[in-house]
């Protein structure tokens, strides 16, 4: 049993880790910039646009929700917005559910239906 104490004894210290210093740092630092350019900054632009478009609601404003429903701003509050989807028909969706601003005159076409052959 000796022999192996003797050995682990007779063993030389393993080198000291020699420490990355700045070059070692440049990489990771470039991935995170890459990474910061192509998914952060983006997603701030859409955030900050959302909620321009969230401001700048009005009566009598096409919008489409984040569901796909399109209709005719009725009426607006702080959290709720009433749209006219059909004649007589309203429906209220929280604010945040309103996705875009259509072009004028998109929903009296789309209300319009195409005729049959």
């Known amino acids: 049993m000796s022999f192996f104490i ?8 393993p080198a000291a880790a020699q420490e990355p210093g700045a ?3 440049i990489l990771p630092m470039a991935v995170l ?3 910061f350019l192509l998914f952060v900054l983006p997603q701030n632009r859409r955030q900050r646009e959302h909620k321009k478009l ?4 009005v009566k ?5 929700t984040t569901g796909g429903v399109l209709g005719r701003v009725v009426e607006v509050d702080d959290n709720f917005v009433t749209l006219e989807v059909a004649e ?4 209220c969706v929280q604010r945040n559910a309103v996705a875009s601003l259509m072009p004028k005159g998109t929903y009296k076409a789309a209300k319009r239906k195409p005729e049959s052959k």
């Open 23 to 25: 070059a070692g740092l």
């Open 54 to 57: 969230l401001q700048s609601l």
């Open 6 to 13: 003797a050995d682990a004894l007779a063993e030389a210290a």
């Open 60 to 64: 009598g404003v096409e919008v489409v």
């Open 88 to 91: 007589n028909v309203q429906i």
């Open 33 to 35: 910039a890459v990474f």
